[in-house]
């Protein structure tokens, strides 16, 4: 609810500063005072007085962390000093000579040191004006990074703006950089390749190329949902330290609202710095993100600017790396999971092995290729790593006379190794999978997709009850969701007589989502929600999908040969029509409005780049979809016109390139329209 008031500008300013508090105690201190449906409540009320009075939108408003246009590609800008590196070292023995040179050098021999954790992300300087967050530079060269604002923005734990009064009591001054890492937590580094795996993108590797991959979207939005977090470790004014110990630049930063690494020690002298790096080896594993080593820093900046640096690292600082946690093992037999999507994992089988205070007794070898390239054979010793929670991988075979190699050729199974149903790899790609939609391994994970927000939402049937469900074998397909009784669901655990009521409201609710949520909610490789909005639109009825061929299917937008491929093979399964059929009598909508999209542009090929002075981006993509035209990311020899607006870039030079067609927006228009 919106109060009615007289002075909306005061209700606006006393909203943020509530909303910013809050996102403070949640993001930034990891300790919320009120839930998320309260904080939704209040940002909703925000963003409702801000859209009666536009004028009273500034950038620094919480509801502006996603805001701006995609660009082109990121200018370049220079820091105000150079962001330098660290020098490493792996043993005690070469830390202890690092300290001998810091006392020979300084002349000091008993020095204060600062432990902190060595982040495993990317180094990001952020520049405050006037208190307000004015520019994100990533590390670049060092000298000359790049300008990710608009990403920078949507990282929660990033305030946007400081108060004056906060940041002098905290004793810091109004125009300031802070320094530290940016980085992809392991949780939402794990939610992010499983979405990736479900669409059939490629996964990331680790959470920082992860982190380094998603600060540079084009996309703020995109950057948005994939959850970075960022720590701060440095505060300069024009390009210096600004006070004279390190410990307490991190406690200032803190009584500023940045986040700070609470896991920080201020020693004196190397051996109480030992101590801080062994425990921490020790704990690694509890951190909700990757950690890489130790870093410990000179306390007293005075003693910092007499040793200096030498080439690209300071003197006064040193990384202690933790090592790759590494262990060689015999590969026993290797066996073959299947996710989600159907996907088959190869998994290695290993003679139990410790690596970093953890038994692996499997990794995985993610898929055909992999050990193609690998060279690995059953019976082979093998490297096998590990880091944080990310799953064990084999790296390499081992081949020396202590190591005699394996003999046993691995092959792909022909059917699936939990339903039996023929596997399929599809022309040109990397994955085996099962396509039968009611494989009990693909289960869980379906109906949890199924009932997730976005999808059905089916609000309540999570993790904790899915599982009981699919245990228990009450559901078996996203079909029986809809035969659940309240006497099936009150011989849960944990489940009361109200909830389980809930569930069969919202449940019921579901029954009345559109046709794309249905077509979404199945999982079909490759379809995700705009996919399946454009099917729905197109063909109006699940009936008329699940006969499509697939020449038709490429006339629908967006819907090349892989995807039409997937859609085709997934409605060949007797069983997936059986569960379509079901899903029909237990009342779900099964058809939709086609909209018609005109034919006008219909086999034309767009690339929209620079901003716009018309219209929005997806303003634009509207207008020529509406006419059957179709836009894509990236310029090739197939792009019918380039739209070009303000400070276009590589895509259009590209265009001029290929000699494809480039046009305005007036242009584009008369196309569309005239
Ligand atoms: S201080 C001049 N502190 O490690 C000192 N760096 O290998 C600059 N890093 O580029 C860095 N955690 O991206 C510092 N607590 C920490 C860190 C940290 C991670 C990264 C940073 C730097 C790299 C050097």
Not at 53 to 65: C, G, K, M, V, Y
Not at 421 to 440: F, I, K, L, M, S
Not at 486 to 495: F, I, T
Not at 654 to 663: H, M
Request: aromatic share 6%; net charge neutral; charged share 30%.
């Amino acid at each position: 609810m919106v109060p009615s008031n007289k002075d909306p500008e005061k209700k606006i300013e006393s909203l943020r500063e509530k909303i910013r508090h809050h996102e403070y105690l949640y993001y930034v201190i990891d300790n919320p005072e009120i839930s998320d449906a309260e904080f939704d409540k209040l940002m909703r009320q925000l963003k409702d007085l801000e859209a009666e009075h536009p004028a009273l939108i500034t950038p620094d408003s919480p509801t502006q962390r996603v805001g701006g246009k995609p660009r082109e590609g990121f200018v370049k800008v220079p820091h105000s000093s150079p962001m330098l590196s660290l020098d490493n070292t792996y043993s005690e023995e070469e830390l202890r000579d690092w300290e001998r040179r810091v006392h020979e050098l300084s002349g000091h021999s008993d020095v204060d040191y600062v432990c902190e954790l060595k982040l495993d992300g990317m180094s990001l300087a952020l520049i405050y004006e006037d208190g307000k967050l004015v520019r994100g530079i990533t590390r670049g060269d060092g000298s000359v990074g790049e300008d990710v604002t608009l990403n920078v923005r949507t990282v929660r734990s990033v305030p946007l703006s400081i108060p004056k009064e906060k940041l002098r009591k905290a004793g810091i001054p109004a125009n300031f950089e802070v320094r530290g890492e940016l980085l992809m937590p392991l949780a939402s580094f794990k939610k992010m390749n499983e979405e990736r795996e479900a669409k059939g993108l490629s996964v990331f590797a680790n959470p920082r190329n992860a982190t380094a991959g998603t600060v540079r979207q084009l996309e703020s939005k995109v950057t948005a949902e994939r959850r970075l977090d960022y720590f701060t470790y440095m505060l300069l004014e024009n390009g210096r330290t600004y006070f004279d110990r390190h410990s307490k630049t991190l406690d200032a930063l803190d009584a500023a609202g940045f986040k700070v690494n609470q896991n920080r020690k201020l020693v004196h002298g190397i051996d109480e710095a030992w101590v801080f790096i062994q425990q921490w080896e020790a704990k690694r594993d509890s951190l909700p993100y990757e950690i890489d080593g130790i870093v410990i820093k000179v306390d007293r900046i005075a003693l910092q600017d007499e040793l200096g640096f030498t080439g690209k690292a300071p003197r006064w600082a040193i990384a202690y790396k933790y090592a790759a946690r590494a262990g060689i093992t015999k590969l026993e037999d290797i066996r073959v999971q299947v996710g989600r999507t159907g996907k088959l994992t190869p998994v290695a089988m290993l003679a139990p092995v410790l690596i970093g205070g953890t038994t692996v007794r499997n990794a995985t070898l993610h898929n055909l290729d992999e050990i193609e390239r690998l060279g690995v054979k059953i019976g082979d010793w093998v490297q096998v790593e590990r880091g944080g929670d990310v799953i064990p991988k084999v790296v390499k075979v081992i081949d020396d006379k202590d190591h005699p190699r394996g003999h046993k050729i691995f092959h792909m199974p022909e059917t699936c190794p939990v339903c039996g149903t023929q596997v399929v790899r599809t022309e040109g790609e990397v994955d085996y999978r099962c396509v039968n939609a009611n494989c009990p391994a693909k289960l869980r994970e379906t109906i949890l997709h199924f009932a997730s927000r976005g999808v059905m939402n089916i609000d309540g049937m999570g993790d904790a009850l899915v599982n009981q469900l699919t245990e228990r074998g009450l559901v078996k397909n996203v079909a029986d969701i809809y035969k659940l009784t309240k006497a099936d669901l009150l011989s849960l655990e944990r489940m009361g007589d109200k909830s389980a009521q809930n569930i069969l409201d919202e449940i019921e609710a579901s029954k009345k989502l559109p046709l794309e949520r249905v077509i979404y909610g199945l999982g079909i490789r490759m379809v995700g929600e705009r996919t399946a909005q454009f099917l729905a639109e197109h063909f109006g009825s699940m009936e008329e999908l699940e006969k499509a061929g697939v020449e038709e299917l490429q006339n629908v937008n967006e819907v090349g040969p892989r995807i039409a491929e997937s859609i085709v093979e997934f409605f060949s399964i007797a069983a997936n029509r059986k569960l379509i059929e079901r899903l029909r009598d237990a009342g779900l909508k099964l058809t939709g409005q086609k909209k018609q999209r005109g034919t006008k542009l219909a086999g034309k090929t767009f690339v929209l780049t620079g901003t716009l002075a018309h219209f929005t981006r997806d303003e634009a993509r509207k207008m020529i979809e509406d006419a059957g035209g179709k836009v894509t990311g990236s310029v090739s020899k197939k792009t019918d016109y380039v739209v070009a607006g303000a400070d276009a870039g590589s895509k259009l030079d590209k265009a001029k390139e290929l000699g494809v067609n480039v046009i305005d927006e007036k242009e584009m228009k008369n196309i569309v329209v005239g």
